[in-house]
């Protein structure tokens, strides 16, 4: 029945063209689109502009659920979507990633899919021991609370690294040098380091990688603590350099050795009131870096298909005024949406390349303060680079520019990335970011709402970290 239902519409769709003009046909080129066949089973959804032109239909699914498609968007008189399918959509149950491939222990219970709310508890064969939580439960945003079980031997020069849930590992040596390689399961993507190596020290390098599905979230509190915990470390780097000089007290005097590059995407998925959003969530960032006792240079952009520097790092560094934050909170207010020019693209080639610029020009006029500032570029980003090509070698230049390839000034450059909402593309984004030190660098929002309130937690967890 209902596949006859939609063969009907498909014929109506090829033979609409060819009589474009009659009154009865749906398809005349109005460009507003069909209020027809948009429900979605278990769910509901909304509209950003009604059916015109432009607008964004999201789908909506209960707590546990999300929508087999997340969203369509009215071009050209149809509803497009990224993925293609003539079933109609569906609110479907969010799994966790399979824990399944738990080695030397056991996991309970043993299914074959995990939903949300299911818990597990794990425990080790005789003879090793264990690491991590003993008891997991599923959580909405489709990850594990706690964090990775893992039985080891601990007899190798590096703890057993584990096997997060949803991956596979290959290598089973622990020794200096020795390799780990993950993959994740089909569909899901992993972030983090797909390689880690046994360092000199006795630990990994990188970070632990986790598997994500399309529907998976970082809630605030997750991306707030991990963060934060991130900003603390890489912050700690800067404040040695003064050390020495001023014994206990912790603040950078000013045109103090860190620079922070903040880009925020305005493509056309954002609209008016999420661009206001956007502004604010730069001026919270600011704020909440502040409290971390350090006196940051600023650069701050807004990008969409071409890049507005709101301040550049050379301005803020020689130009008394810009170096006032109140001033560059006033140039924001009076910076509108308008001013972003073509917003129909995301760039982020185009920035990573503004940054480089900005930074081979300090590199040019001292290069001696460069090789001991800590950079740091704190990226949002909305959608997918759908233009400009590859942003990967723009940000390879940025890396080669700080470290000159020393393995030792690494840790002068933090890579920061939060994809915030549906369109992230997970696979792209990796790449961007820094991977060390344990540390998480890419983190994915549902929106700037939630960038927001991730951002109020970071001072809760600032302190929490210093009792
Ligand atoms: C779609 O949903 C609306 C509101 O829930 C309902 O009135 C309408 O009958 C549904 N249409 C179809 C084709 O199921
Ligand atoms: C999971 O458990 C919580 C707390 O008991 C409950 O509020 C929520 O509705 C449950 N979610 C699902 C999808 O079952």
Not at 155 to 184: A, E, Q, W
Not at 365 to 388: L, P
Request: glycine share 6%; hydrophobic share 30%.
């Amino acid at each position: 029945m209902e596949c006859k239902q939609q063969l009907k519409w498909l014929i109506l769709a090829m033979i609409c063209p060819l009589i474009a003009g009659a009154p009865s046909c749906m398809c005349k080129r109005d460009s507003s689109c069909p209020k027809e066949n948009l429900n979605i089973t278990g769910g509901n959804f909304v509209l950003s502009k009604g059916y015109s032109e432009g607008s964004l239909l999201k789908y909506i699914c209960p707590d546990g659920y999300y929508p087999s498609v997340q969203s369509r968007l009215c071009q050209d008189g149809r509803w497009t979507s990224k993925i293609k399918t003539r079933k109609t959509p569906e609110c479907k149950k969010i799994t966790c990633p399979s824990p399944r491939v738990f080695e030397n222990g056991e996991v309970i219970p043993y299914k074959d899919k995990y939903y949300v709310n299911d818990t597990t508890t794990y425990s080790c064969h005789s003879d090793y021991t264990f690491r991590g939580s003993a008891e997991r439960v599923c959580k909405p945003n489709g990850k594990w609370s706690g964090s990775t079980p893992i039985c080891g031997r601990d007899s190798d020069h590096c703890p057993d690294p584990g096997v997060p849930p949803g991956s596979s590992r290959t290598g089973n040596m622990f020794n200096i040098d020795d390799k780990v390689t993950y993959r994740c399961q089909s569909p899901l993507t992993l972030i983090g380091s797909k390689v880690r190596v046994c360092l000199d020290g006795g630990q990994w390098s990188g970070t632990e990688p986790q598997c994500y599905a399309d529907y998976t979230y970082d809630t605030p509190e997750e991306a707030s603590e991990a963060f934060s915990s991130s900003l603390k470390s890489n912050l700690a780097v800067t404040q040695q350099f003064k050390e020495g000089q001023q014994g206990k007290k912790k603040t950078m005097c000013q045109g103090g050795k860190l620079d922070i590059y903040i880009a925020v995407d305005a493509s056309e998925r954002i609209d008016k009131k999420d661009f206001e959003n956007a502004k604010s969530t730069i001026k919270m960032l600011i704020d909440k870096i502040s409290y971390y006792s350090v006196s940051p240079n600023y650069e701050i952009l807004i990008f969409a298909t071409d890049v507005t520097r709101i301040i550049s790092m050379r301005d803020f560094k020689t130009n008394e005024d810009a170096r006032n934050l109140m001033n560059i909170f006033k140039e924001h207010d009076d910076f509108n949406y308008e001013r972003v020019g073509e917003i129909t693209g995301t760039n982020i080639a185009k920035v990573y390349s503004a940054i480089l610029e900005s930074m081979k020009l300090e590199e040019l006029i001292n290069a001696i303060a460069f090789r001991e500032t800590q950079h740091i570029v704190i990226m949002f980003t909305d959608g997918q680079a759908n233009m400009g090509g590859n942003p990967r070698p723009k940000v390879e230049q940025i890396k080669h520019l700080v470290t000159k390839n020393h393995p030792d000034r690494e840790k002068n450059l933090d890579l920061y990335l939060f994809g915030v909402g549906d369109d992230v593309n997970q696979e792209d984004i990796n790449g961007l970011v820094s991977q060390r030190d344990q540390e998480k660098y890419f983190f994915k929002l549902k929106d700037l709402t939630e960038v927001q309130k991730m951002l109020d937690y970071m001072i809760e967890y600032k302190y929490a970290q210093e009792r």
